[in-house]
């Protein structure tokens, strides 16, 4: 049974920084496409990062050069660091697993067989 744990969420100031970390079983991380997205109240669930099984990333456009996403694949965790945080990054934070073999469809949700609970950001200003 494949479960996505995600944590290191909180509430922190416009400017500060978070990790959050997907703890990951019954699947290994390296195999295929993973990612990181977000859903705010009102919002459709969009992509933050993704990384291939090779360990390319790819982001979107408005957390480039803010955000950076990692892999432990000793420890089959997954992570997102999040720096310059701004009001517009608060919303749920989601792990995905299981995508396409290159992330050539990493953006698309329906391509994710597996899905973490998620875990809340909140920036205020």
């Known amino acids: 049974q494949v479960r996505l744990v995600e944590s290191g969420g909180g509430s922190v100031q416009a400017g500060g920084s978070l990790r959050l970390s997907c703890e990951v079983s019954g699947y290994t991380v390296d195999t295929y496409c993973m990612g990181w997205f977000r859903q705010a109240p009102g919002k459709e669930r969009e992509g933050v990062a993704t990384i291939s099984p090779v360990g390319s990333p790819a982001y979107a456009n408005s957390v480039k050069d803010r955000f950076t996403i990692s892999r432990d694949n000793a420890k089959n965790t997954l992570y997102l660091q999040m720096s310059s945080l701004k009001p517009d990054d608060t919303a749920t934070y989601y792990c995905?697993?299981?995508?396409?073999?290159?992330?050539?469809?990493?953006?698309?949700?329906?391509?994710?067989?597996?899905w973490g609970r998620g875990t809340q950001v909140t920036v205020s200003s």
């Open positions: 995905a697993a299981g995508g396409d073999r290159w992330c050539s469809r990493g953006w698309d949700t329906y391509a994710y067989a597996y």
